[in-house]
């Protein structure tokens, strides 16, 4: 079983329309828990950073994070066609000397058509 | 405040060769990671360098290394390149617990 599941789609859905995006994971070490958009042959960029359980707000987007159930959400609101992207959950342990490696989903390619 | 940047932005190997691929950090951020993302996939972690020490290997060959230098740029070397190789690889700096990615260098190896 892989640590970080994502559904990798993709997803294609109309100007305006809400999006969910979810990962699930394994292991209850994972502490921090991290969203990122990554346009075509760019880089990753944050999108969102969370660290406890909750939900977490900035303009359209929100993040969801469940540690009980060891699952993760990315909600976009009012979705535009700049947020055609590939979308990749990222979690980390807490650090305890050790490196803060990233542990990624496999991305979800996410297209909002005009 | 300048961003992450790497070097070249793509390369063209032939099986067997070496490559050396450049990032420089963020300002102010003295801890960069170096992740493979093979396409389609979500980036993996290759290892990581703090004040020009590995502080963190993942699942990646001896063929695979690095340094860090003292302005807190940093190299990723691969020797004997297989077309496995070929994929997108990631520098990512940190001054805390955000990582901080650059562009990328697209790496093919024929």
């Known amino acids: 079983q892989k640590e970080v599941e994502q559904d990798p789609g993709p997803l294609s859905v109309p100007e305006g329309a809400i999006v969910s995006l979810n990962c699930t994971y394994s292991n209850s070490a994972f502490q921090y828990f991290m969203w990122y958009r990554q346009y075509s042959r760019k880089g990753p960029e944050l999108l969102m950073y969370t660290y406890s359980s909750g939900n977490k707000e900035d303009g359209r987007f929100t993040a969801q994070v469940d540690k009980s159930s060891k699952y993760i959400s990315l909600f976009i609101r009012d979705s535009q066609p700049s947020d055609s992207a590939t979308y990749l959950c990222a979690m980390r342990r807490t650090p305890q000397g050790g490196s803060e490696k990233l542990v990624f989903g496999k991305g979800m390619k996410l297209t909002v058509n005009p | 405040e300048t961003g992450v940047t790497q070097s070249p932005t793509h390369l063209i190997k032939t099986r067997g060769q070496q490559v050396t691929l450049r990032c420089s950090s963020q300002?102010?951020?003295?801890?960069v990671s170096w992740y493979q993302q093979a396409l389609g996939q979500g980036p993996q972690f290759i290892f990581q360098?703090?004040?020009?020490?590995?502080?963190g290997r993942g699942n990646f060959p001896p063929r695979f290394s690095g340094l860090q230098f003292p302005n807190y740029s940093s190299e990723l070397n691969v020797n004997a390149l297989e077309l496995d190789d070929s994929a997108l690889y990631l520098c990512?700096?940190?001054?805390?617990?955000?990582?901080?990615f650059g562009p990328g260098t697209r790496l093919t190896v024929t």
């Open positions: 300002s102010g951020h003295n801890t």
């Open positions: 360098y703090y004040r020009e020490e590995e502080n």
């Open positions: 990512a700096s940190s001054s805390s617990y955000e990582q901080y």
